[in-house]
């Protein structure tokens, strides 16, 4: 018997699904009036099409029973499918295209405008320094630029031939302007530039210049071209032609519903995925490579912005002709008489009216003027488009390997993934019962939709990959400043020894053409690490040196002359070292010949916190105007698929898209945008998720976890412009903060000094504080009539002026934590048989437990965790129960201080001390003798935005740490974050840092100490408190944390969702939520 049950067992859901088949058929009635207007829509003609259903046996690729399509009507939607796939493929790949192309043309553009603005610079001030001089020979200088186009064009292979046969001409036209007395005939001045390199006349600057430009020049037009091959690949990648199995498979998807009679019926996930995973096995082969070249790109763009910075080249071209120019006069008579002694003596000139040499020194050695600095282009930032292509490369990643994926999510594609029951499984209406194959040509062996011969790799997909790896090769040479120039072999009027035959020219300033590999900053023995910043400034003391070095022989024919060429290199030297720095560009130390060191454990955490908080930073959103920022009101946001049942435990995503103050949809994200579900009538809310795609369209994200009427509310926090203002001052500032220093002496009653302090020291003379226990500096303006060791009390200053008055509008109140309107209706949320909420984990709370997603919600009022069994501890007797015999040290700002302040309060026995502080900063303390409790807050130290506060009663938090003896009777709370928004990223590392190894120091001397982390509250909206930067310090909180054995008290979760009104310090529901979390870890 029990075989005949397993039997039965396993035939039941086929027995269902034929039985659901034949209920479909007789409910229909055999009527096909749906499916014909539907295809009379796609061009059919009623008069073919059967009006109720007929026998199938006709058919090819759709299940033979009843149908409402002829042979003729199969095949045309058979040839349709085919046309649809190629658009949905197409559609999803718009991203790629557009930004692919966008940006080359972007990219080429600009480019081509900062080398026109250079020549522009340079034929201005030569104009306005040399006069009809330069007009005689303007050629030759156009002649170079003309060169540099061709190569940033790709027209050229190398800029060396065109480099040195510019420097051979120039010292052509110049050796006869030096020396106007003698006759230089054409033979006699080809024997000049023959001789140019070896005679150095123009000093370092042909070299410097070369290594600077050869560089920057390689790399811009490698990127350029790599973002044109990447698209190239993209558009030949999606122009599929799908095979026969791969066609019939995807009919069977999209159109046999439509001759089954219930077009409507949409396909079911799984089948969707299965049907495009063994049509795209080929493409999902791309993936590695495609990874690989966009790893290249984003590393070569990162070279564009630093080392190889093209704006700095472009820049240099006219500063270094100058500058050789200068130096071929100042060396004018040995240079010559090199010359001479090569080429031999030269035939006096015929004698004819001309000035005198003291008068074309006159008119050749005019100095600058200071405003004859070179310009660069106009338009859009190097660094904002840099940082603008880096983000758009993150989001191009795992595009092919994740392409079924996206089409199949499609709502007009393919059922939603939690629609299971309803949904056309390739025969009827059911449940899809195969498993989802793994991804790539392999694993479609036993794909059991499409059949996929995995023996024969797909010969177009070859040479897209070969493409890519060619491309990534020349994108990785130009990051170490090599020129890869591949080339078919035919193209060289040579035969190749097989198809795509190619061969790889290298070209760079380390050519092993070049004598040596110098670079600035670099002994001549050893060559340019690819990661060194590359600069061509000359530093105040090498000019100055270069001045104290000219000889006699140097200062002919007149003292005029060298008065004239002393003042020209000071003016020159001062032009070049005001100009403004440019991020990333300052020079290494001058003849620094140690090798590069590895990056310290400490930069590489840096940059991996920095790239977990990287926010979208679209270089469209840099400078744009109030009206075309993102409006609260005019956005708006929709159920991502139809109405349907939800029962507890589904998700429910919704699309967000975002329009402007015109209603222009946003072509780029960034926003801050917080969102919930809640339940009025419950008192119940949990937060959702929002992912940004990177074109002004949200997904929502949003947790059913309890049964009632549920209602979606979403708020714009800030709009992406906002942010970006936020990142920039964040960047550029050293604080928007500054706080007051008390200076004071007993023996000067009554004689108080207030100087301005900060993290930072002040401009001019300064007080410097270094705390012996964590190394933190701080300092204030020093005095006038007190000395250092005076500084006795500490209080808040004031806030910096950051905004400007059109910045102002994106805080304005009116578009700052507003809602946005949508169209989603009250969900109805059905109670599954088990819950009509969805329970707590039995395990206890313990500190090191690995974080929850979602991490709780509100359901009555109370905060149910996800993470852990808390308690509710809703009684004073609970809550002193949990804390009887126990010392807790309480270390933080004011919303740690709502804990303290909440459980004295509550707990009627515990008394609080009066230590004659400032209340604000603490140190405050609490006793309950009977029990044995000891409850203390303190403030965590500078930098602290506070009433007038002594000095000495201002504690760092990890020396408090260090102070502690520990065990398990000590309970350590701290938070550290609200008064680090005023202050770039590194301060609040630098802190963590400090404090993160008193926290290991104290749980290794004393395992069994609690120690419980409160993360960041929302309720910040100024453009010093905001809540984005919050929300950024809040994410480092947890991940510098991430290992040790601390418990994390969601305080972000609790305060995002809560109906009360967002505060920077909530209101007193939420602090017992916090408090009753807290003691759960006391107390498990």
């Known amino acids: 018997m029990a075989p005949l049950r397993l039997l039965l067992l396993q035939l039941l859901p086929l027995l269902c699904a034929a039985a659901a088949a034949g209920g479909e058929t007789r409910g229909a009635a055999r009527s096909c009036a749906e499916s014909r207007q539907a295809l009379a829509g796609r061009g059919f003609a009623l008069a073919s099409l059967p009006p109720s259903l007929i026998s199938g046996e006709h058919l090819r690729i759709c299940p033979q029973e009843y149908?409402?399509?002829?042979?003729?009507?199969?095949?045309?939607?058979s040839e349709q499918s085919r046309g649809d796939l190629q658009g949905l493929v197409g559609e999803a790949a718009g991203f790629l295209l557009s930004t692919l192309g966008s940006r080359q043309r972007r990219f080429h553009d600009f480019f081509r405008e900062l080398l026109a603005g250079a020549e522009q610079s340079l034929q201005a001030m030569f104009t306005r320094s040399y006069g009809r001089l330069y007009a005689q020979h303007a050629r030759l200088f156009q002649g170079l630029f003309v060169e540099l186009r061709r190569h940033l064009q790709g027209a050229r292979p190398g800029l060396d031939e065109a480099l040195s046969d510019f420097w051979a001409r120039l010292l052509e036209r110049m050796l006869p302007l030096l020396n106007p007395q003698y006759s230089f005939p054409e033979g006699y001045l080809e024997c000049v530039g023959h001789?140019?390199?070896?005679?150095?006349?123009?000093?370092?600057?042909?070299?410097?210049?070369?290594?600077?430009?050869?560089?920057?020049?390689?790399?811009?037009?490698?990127?350029?071209?790599?973002?044109?091959?990447?698209?190239?690949?993209?558009?030949?990648?999606?122009?599929?032609?799908?095979?026969?199995?791969?066609?019939?498979?995807?009919?069977?998807?999209?159109?046999?519903?439509?001759?089954?009679?219930?077009?409507?019926?949409?396909?079911?996930?799984?089948?969707?995925?299965?049907?495009?995973?063994?049509?795209?096995?080929?493409?999902?082969?791309?993936?590695?490579?495609?990874?690989?070249?966009?790893?290249?790109?984003?590393?070569?763009?990162?070279?564009?912005?630093?080392?190889?910075?093209?704006?700095?080249?472009?820049?240099?071209?006219?500063?270094?002709?100058?500058?050789?120019?200068?130096?071929?006069?100042?060396?004018?008579?040995?240079?010559?008489?090199?010359?001479?002694?090569?080429?031999?003596?030269?035939?006096?000139?015929?004698?004819?009216?001309?000035?005198?040499?003291?008068?074309?020194?006159?008119?050749?050695?005019?100095?600058?003027?200071?405003?004859?600095?070179?310009?660069?282009?106009?338009?859009?930032?190097?660094?904002?488009?840099?940082?603008?292509?880096?983000?758009?490369?993150?989001?191009?990643?795992?595009?092919?390997?994740?392409?079924?994926h996206t089409l199949c999510s499609d709502e007009k594609v393919a059922a939603d993934v939690t629609n299971e029951d309803s949904c056309w499984n390739g025969q009827a209406r059911g449940r899809y019962l195969p498993d989802v194959t793994g991804d790539g040509l392999v694993n479609q062996i036993n794909n059991p939709e499409v059949e996929v011969d995995i023996s024969r790799p797909d010969m177009p997909t070859r040479q897209h990959v070969l493409a890519l790896r060619s491309a990534t090769s020349r994108l990785v040479g130009a990051c170490n400043g090599q020129d890869l120039d591949f080339q078919d072999a035919d193209e060289d009027g040579g035969s190749g020894s097989g198809a795509g035959a190619a061969r790889t020219v290298v070209h760079g300033p380390d050519s092993a053409k070049r004598e040596t590999k110098v670079a600035l900053g670099l002994s001549e023995s050893k060559s340019l690490p690819p990661s060194c910043p590359v600069s061509t400034d000359r530093p105040a003391q090498e000019a100055m040196r270069h001045l104290a070095k000219k000889t006699s022989g140097g200062c002919r024919p007149a003292a005029f002359f060298c008065f004239g060429l002393t003042l020209l290199l000071v003016v020159l030297y001062y032009i070049i070292a005001t100009e403004k720095p440019r991020a990333q560009s300052a020079p290494p130390p001058a003849r620094d010949t140690r090798p590069t060191p590895m990056p310290s454990p400490d930069a590489r955490e840096m940059q991996a916190l920095l790239q977990l908080i990287e926010w979208p930073a679209p270089a469209e959103a840099a400078d744009v105007t109030f009206a075309s920022s993102t409006s609260p009101e005019k956005s708006g946001y929709a159920l991502l698929h139809a109405p349907r049942n939800y029962t507890v435990g589904d998700t429910l995503l919704v699309r967000l898209e975002a329009r402007d103050h015109a209603g222009r949809r946003?072509?780029?994200?960034?926003?801050?945008?917080?969102?919930?579900?809640?339940?009025?009538?419950?008192?119940?809310a949990a937060a959702g998720t929002v992912q940004d795609h990177g074109n002004g369209s949200y997904t929502l994200a949003f947790p059913l976890l309890w049964a009632g009427a549920v209602r979606v509310a979403v708020r714009l926090t800030h709009s992406s412009e906002a942010v970006a203002l936020l990142r920039r001052i964040r960047r550029s500032q050293p604080s928007t903060v500054a706080f007051s220093g008390y200076f004071a002496q007993p023996d000067q009653p009554g004689k108080e000094e207030v100087t301005e302090c900060n993290v930072h020291p002040p401009p001019g003379p300064a007080c410097q504080y270094v705390d012996p226990g964590t190394g933190e500096r701080w300092f204030c303006a020093r005095p006038q009539a007190h000395p250092c060791t005076a500084l006795v009390r500490h209080s808040s200053g004031r806030y910096k002026s950051v905004l400007a008055p059109r910045e102002k509008a994106l805080f304005a109140r009116a578009v700052t934590d507003q809602p946005i309107p949508g169209s989603v209706p009250v969900i109805r949320v059905l109670s599954n048989p088990q819950q009509a909420i969805v329970t707590p984990p039995p395990q206890p709370c313990r500190p090191g437990l690995a974080p929850a997603n979602p991490v709780g919600f509100y359901y009555q009022d109370t905060w149910v965790s996800l993470l852990c069994s808390s308690r509710p501890f809703t009684t004073p007797d609970s809550a002193l129960s949990?804390?009887?015999?126990?010392?807790?040290?309480?270390?933080?700002?004011?919303?740690?201080?709502?804990?303290?302040?909440?459980?004295?309060?509550?707990?009627?026995?515990?008394?609080?001390?009066?230590?004659?502080?400032?209340?604000?900063?603490?140190?405050?303390?609490?006793?309950?003798?009977?029990?044995g409790l000891v409850l203390s807050w303190r403030a965590h130290g500078l930098p602290l935005r506070t009433g007038k506060t002594m000095m000495a009663d201002l504690h760092y938090l990890a020396n408090e740490l260090d102070g502690l003896g520990g065990?398990?009777?000590?309970?350590?709370?701290?938070?550290?974050?609200?008064?680090?928004?005023?202050?770039?990223?590194?301060?609040?590392?630098?802190?963590?840092?400090?404090?993160?190894q008193a926290v290991a120091q104290l749980l290794a001397r004393s395992p069994l100490t609690t120690v419980v982390i409160k993360t960041a509250n929302t309720g910040y909206k100024s453009v010093y408190g905001s809540d984005w930067l919050s929300l950024q310090l809040d994410h480092l909180l947890r991940a510098m944390f991430t290992g040790l054995r601390v418990a994390i008290v969601d305080a972000w979760a609790m305060t995002s969702c809560h109906y009360l009104p967002d505060n920077i310090h909530p209101g007193k529901v939420v602090v017992q939520n916090e408090v009753a979390s807290f003691l759960s870890y006391v107390c498990p």
Request: aromatic fraction near 8%.
């Open 882 to 931: 949990c804390l009887k015999g126990k010392i807790v040290h309480m270390v933080g700002d004011s919303t740690l201080r709502q804990w303290w302040e909440f459980l004295v309060e509550f707990i009627p026995s515990l008394q609080h001390i009066d230590l004659h502080v400032t209340y604000q900063s603490g140190p405050l303390l609490a006793v309950e003798a009977t029990r």
């Open 666 to 684: 946003k072509r780029y994200g960034g926003d801050f945008v917080r969102a919930k579900v809640h339940s009025p009538e419950l008192k119940a």
């Open 967 to 996: 065990g398990p009777d000590t309970v350590v709370a701290f938070t550290l974050w609200a008064h680090f928004t005023t202050f770039p990223l590194e301060v609040y590392i630098r802190r963590l840092r400090r404090v993160r």
């Open 67 to 77: 149908t409402c399509c002829a042979s003729e009507t199969e095949e045309r939607l």
């Open 195 to 404: 001789q140019a390199e070896g005679l150095r006349a123009f000093g370092d600057s042909p070299r410097q210049l070369r290594v600077q430009v050869t560089r920057a020049f390689i790399a811009a037009r490698a990127f350029v071209q790599g973002l044109a091959t990447g698209r190239d690949v993209v558009v030949q990648a999606v122009k599929l032609s799908p095979s026969g199995e791969c066609r019939r498979a995807h009919m069977r998807l999209s159109y046999c519903p439509l001759c089954r009679g219930t077009p409507a019926l949409k396909p079911c996930n799984g089948f969707c995925l299965n049907v495009m995973k063994g049509c795209f096995a080929s493409a999902v082969e791309l993936d590695p490579e495609w990874e690989r070249f966009l790893d290249a790109l984003t590393q070569l763009a990162e070279r564009l912005g630093g080392p190889f910075n093209f704006e700095l080249a472009a820049d240099s071209i006219g500063v270094k002709i100058s500058e050789a120019i200068m130096f071929l006069q100042e060396h004018s008579v040995q240079i010559s008489a090199k010359v001479f002694q090569s080429c031999g003596s030269p035939r006096p000139a015929p004698a004819r009216s001309r000035r005198s040499p003291r008068e074309e020194a006159k008119r050749r050695f005019r100095t600058y003027l200071p405003e004859e600095k070179p310009t660069t282009a106009a338009g859009t930032n190097l660094d904002r488009l840099v940082s603008d292509v880096k983000e758009k490369l993150r989001l191009m990643r795992r595009f092919w390997v994740m392409l079924p």
